[in-house]
């Protein structure tokens, strides 16, 4: 990470719309990841009677906090919603990425999102009256896929799977650990085996969460991340979790933890400086930091809490929906992925507001928030 006086020397390049051009046929590659998309959820409607996301159906922590902005960030830092310093409320989320609910022994990435309350700007098209802005991270550094047609390629894979014989879903994840884990010896690895099942039984409190995606950061462009900083949350980080005959150990595990002990993360930074080695269309490329370090702008705390209940899961799971289109126009996701994330989530909250007979909230102040 760097320091701010090391990020004074980097020289961010200002966005231009010349950077940003559609994949071919991007528009029906984006249409058929909502029909994809959208019968991951009918299936497991059909079998639930409950709606659930596409992806990242189950969630393992519902929490709340607040993010702190420090003063003297540097001004191309200082953008959006962490252009002053202050403390924002928010909620976090935290899921694994499968459609349907698994047990936790069906091992898949992480995600964690992010909305804060209360932030107020410019907004992006269709957040219009809204007070939020969400950040929507993962546990790895980069995209599985360059574009929207790798995407859907490995989607189509990961619906095949939904809602397909629980028990044999466990035992091909274990094989899919062992192959990841052997590839990863040699200095590979493969999301398609860790979105399949093959990612490591660890605890996800001690993970850091990447954007993966590039956002506008003000007139700049950026990708951020979310690092574990305090201690008790450090000491987790590669920290294994048994799973053998306890479906729900991630989110016992975030239960036990926030039961007797809070948690801080820093968020960090990291601007585009070269176009070639950090571009703006292929999600799958991760930026070198020693192009451009990582630069922290806000801190997120959280005091101890009961981190799941069902009347949070009510509330977040069934009534919010996480978008990084919900925001400041000063943070609007770029790329083809993004824009075709763009309908894909708007489809998945509107799956889920007609299924459950519930309207998706955006909270205008922390009052609204569950207890």
């Given at each position: 990470?760097a320091?701010?006086?090391?990020a004074?020397d980097?020289?961010p390049?200002?966005?231009?719309?010349?950077?940003?051009?559609?994949?071919?046929?991007?528009?029906e590659?984006?249409?058929?990841?909502?029909?994809?998309?959208?019968?991951?959820?009918?299936?497991?409607?059909?079998?639930?009677?409950?709606?659930?996301?596409?992806?990242?159906?189950?969630?393992?922590?519902l929490l709340?906090?607040?993010?702190?902005v420090?003063?003297?960030?540097?001004?191309?830092?200082?953008?959006?919603?962490?252009?002053?310093?202050?403390?924002?409320?928010?909620?976090m989320?935290?899921?694994?990425?499968p459609?349907?609910i698994?047990d936790d022994?069906?091992?898949?990435?992480?995600g964690?999102?992010?909305?804060l309350?209360?932030?107020?700007?410019?907004?992006?098209p269709?957040?219009?009256?809204?007070?939020?802005?969400?950040f929507?991270?993962?546990?790895?550094p980069?995209?599985?896929?360059?574009?929207p047609?790798?995407?859907?390629a490995?989607?189509?894979?990961?619906?095949?799977?939904?809602?397909r014989?629980?028990?044999?879903?466990?035992?091909?994840?274990?094989?899919?650990r062992?192959?990841e884990?052997a590839?990863e010896q040699?200095?590979l690895?493969?999301?398609t085996?860790?979105?399949?099942?093959?990612?490591?039984?660890?605890?996800?409190?001690?993970?850091?969460?990447?954007?993966q995606?590039?956002?506008l950061?003000?007139?700049?462009?950026?990708?951020?991340?979310?690092?574990?900083?305090?201690?008790?949350?450090?000491?987790l980080?590669?920290?294994?979790?048994?799973?053998h005959?306890?479906?729900?150990?991630?989110?016992?595990a975030?239960?036990?933890?926030?039961?007797?002990?809070g948690?801080?993360?820093?968020?960090?930074v990291?601007?585009?400086?070269?176009?070639?080695?950090?571009?703006?269309?292929?999600?799958?490329?991760?930026?070198?930091?020693?192009?451009?370090?990582?630069?922290?702008?806000?801190?997120?705390?959280?005091?101890?809490?009961?981190?799941?209940?069902e009347?949070?899961?009510a509330a977040?799971?069934?009534?919010?929906?996480?978008?990084?289109?919900?925001g400041?126009?000063?943070h609007?996701?770029?790329?083809?992925?993004?824009?075709?994330?763009?309908r894909?989530?708007?489809?998945?909250?509107?799956?889920?507001?007609?299924?459950n007979?519930?309207?998706?909230?955006?909270?205008?102040?922390?009052d609204?928030?569950?207890?």
């Amino acid at each position: 990470m760097a320091s701010i006086i090391g990020a004074m020397d980097i020289t961010p390049i200002p966005y231009d719309s010349s950077f940003e051009h559609a994949e071919e046929d991007e528009s029906e590659t984006c249409e058929e990841i909502i029909r994809t998309m959208r019968g991951i959820a009918q299936t497991t409607w059909a079998h639930s009677g409950h709606g659930l996301r596409g992806v990242h159906a189950k969630s393992h922590g519902l929490l709340r906090g607040e993010l702190r902005v420090p003063p003297g960030l540097p001004p191309a830092y200082a953008q959006g919603a962490f252009a002053q310093p202050g403390e924002w409320p928010l909620v976090m989320r935290l899921s694994t990425i499968p459609g349907d609910i698994l047990d936790d022994a069906v091992s898949t990435p992480r995600g964690m999102a992010i909305k804060l309350i209360g932030v107020d700007g410019v907004r992006l098209p269709g957040s219009e009256g809204q007070f939020t802005q969400d950040f929507v991270l993962v546990d790895g550094p980069v995209f599985g896929s360059a574009g929207p047609k790798q995407f859907l390629a490995g989607l189509k894979l990961l619906a095949a799977t939904t809602d397909r014989v629980p028990t044999l879903k466990k035992a091909v994840s274990a094989v899919l650990r062992g192959a990841e884990k052997a590839i990863e010896q040699v200095g590979l690895e493969s999301g398609t085996l860790k979105a399949l099942g093959g990612h490591a039984q660890t605890h996800p409190l001690g993970d850091t969460y990447f954007s993966q995606v590039p956002m506008l950061w003000g007139p700049y462009m950026a990708k951020l991340q979310v690092v574990p900083m305090s201690a008790e949350l450090q000491a987790l980080t590669g920290a294994p979790i048994e799973t053998h005959d306890r479906p729900q150990a991630l989110r016992d595990a975030v239960l036990s933890h926030f039961a007797r002990a809070g948690a801080e993360w820093d968020v960090r930074v990291q601007l585009c400086t070269d176009l070639q080695a950090m571009p703006i269309e292929d999600a799958s490329v991760r930026w070198p930091e020693d192009q451009s370090p990582f630069v922290t702008v806000g801190r997120i705390a959280m005091r101890p809490q009961l981190a799941w209940t069902e009347t949070r899961s009510a509330a977040i799971d069934d009534g919010m929906s996480f978008s990084p289109w919900h925001g400041l126009a000063a943070h609007r996701p770029l790329g083809a992925v993004m824009r075709v994330r763009k309908r894909v989530y708007e489809m998945s909250a509107r799956f889920r507001a007609e299924h459950n007979g519930l309207r998706m909230a955006q909270p205008h102040t922390a009052d609204e928030l569950p207890p």
